[in-house]
């Protein structure tokens, strides 16, 4: 267990560009990873809900990082994920739960779960993930 090398991974997800529309919450530990979110009007598409954008985003970055836990010296890639959307989301906080359930040498597997905080599933989904050549550095944010 190298908590270290999680609190860095926390840090490059909150410094990436694209949270600052999310302003989402993490933690990750050994093999698993927790995102939280709250919901805002901003996320719904057209029929008053969150559009599925966001529920794939929770789920695939809980299980990136679940994955990269599990890689202390290069980023890891989405190679392909599924997502499996259950019901519809229209207030309260998001909350997804990824874990790992393979690690290869090169290619690890997790799947997450995603809720809504003190209620019931909305979706899930599972994805395969990749060690990369690109170096985790300070320029990802990978940093204290």
């Known amino acids: 267990m190298n908590t270290a090398h999680y609190r860095k991974l926390e840090t490059m997800y909150r410094r990436a ?3 600052r529309l999310y302003e989402p919450a993490i933690a990750i530990e050994d093999g698993a990873a ?3 979110i709250a ?3 901003e996320y719904f598409h057209a029929a008053g809900a969150v559009h599925g ?3 794939f985003k929770m789920l695939d970055d809980a299980c990136f990082f679940a994955a990269a836990s599990q890689v ?3 980023f890891v890639l989405t190679v392909s994920f599924t997502t499996y959307m259950t019901r ?3 207030e309260g906080r998001l909350k997804s739960h990824g874990r790992v359930v393979h690690a290869g040498k090169n290619l690890l597997l997790a799947e997450a779960v995603l809720s809504v905080v003190g ?3 909305v ?3 599972n994805g395969s993930f990749m060690r990369s050549s690109i170096a985790l550095t300070e320029q990802l944010g990978y940093q204290a």
Do not use: C
């Open 39 to 41: 919901v805002k009007p």
């Open 53 to 55: 954008a966001i529920l």
């Open 72 to 74: 202390q010296d290069v």
């Open 17 to 19: 560009p694209v949270n």
């Open 123 to 125: 979706a899930r989904g």
């Open 34 to 36: 927790t995102i939280e």
């Open 88 to 90: 519809p989301v229209t």
């Open 119 to 121: 209620g019931k599933e």
